[in-house]
């Protein structure tokens, strides 16, 4: 008599959940690169950002996939749940940790974007104007992408599928298509700035 394989069932649930959630990331990247491409004029103009803009997509990605992971762990343990999840502290502090880690992530990518080009003698836009845009760009992305890592794990929990098979893959996706309208609305921002303070270009 064959060997059945050892946890067919944990097999078959993973395997069943996360494969929706692969292909819509497929599509969900490629709509990502063409939003991009929509951005190329406005990234040509300012000389020395498209060096940052890897950074700050694989940045969202990364810190967000760990906030799903976080909370997948903390609604195991019973510490969360869907019908509270406002009121409770838990959320609110992972939220805060969230954005506050993206903020501080993206001044070292920042300076070291300006100061490579500088040594390089390539051109690039101030080192104000680099900052500001990836700080917007962490901001809003990092406000948007926590809201939506709870929304995802919490509910997808709540209906009954694992977390961490849905939260990880789908967010790590989602966060390459607002980061990209995140970069989008810093750019609108540091133009009406500069209509104000010119000087600052």
Request: glycine fraction near 6%.
């Amino acid at each position: 008599m064959a060997r059945r394989f050892p946890h067919t069932k944990e097999f078959q649930q993973i395997y069943l959940e996360a494969t929706p959630f692969l292909l819509v990331t497929v599509m969900a990247e490629v709509m990502a690169g063409m939003l991009l491409h929509g951005l190329e004029g406005s990234v040509k103009q300012l000389p020395g950002l498209l060096v940052l803009i890897p950074g700050l997509m694989s940045l969202r990605g990364s810190v967000s996939t760990t906030l799903g992971q976080r909370l997948g762990s903390l609604y195991h343990l019973g510490l969360v749940r869907w019908e509270d999840s406002l009121q409770n502290p838990i959320i609110w502090v992972n939220i805060a940790a969230n954005i506050s880690l993206t903020a501080m992530a993206v001044v070292p990518q920042a300076l070291l974007a300006y100061f490579l080009l500088l040594f390089l003698r390539i051109e690039t836009i101030s080192l104000f104007s680099l900052l500001f845009i990836a700080l917007c760009v962490a901001l809003i992305s990092g406000l948007v992408l926590s809201l939506l890592t709870v929304v995802i794990a919490l509910y997808s929990a709540r209906k009954g599928l694992d977390p961490d098979n849905i939260t990880v893959p789908l967010i790590a996706t989602v966060g390459d298509i607002v980061t990209v309208f995140s970069v989008f609305l810093s750019l609108s921002l540091y133009y009406l700035v500069l209509l104000f303070f010119p000087f600052l270009k």
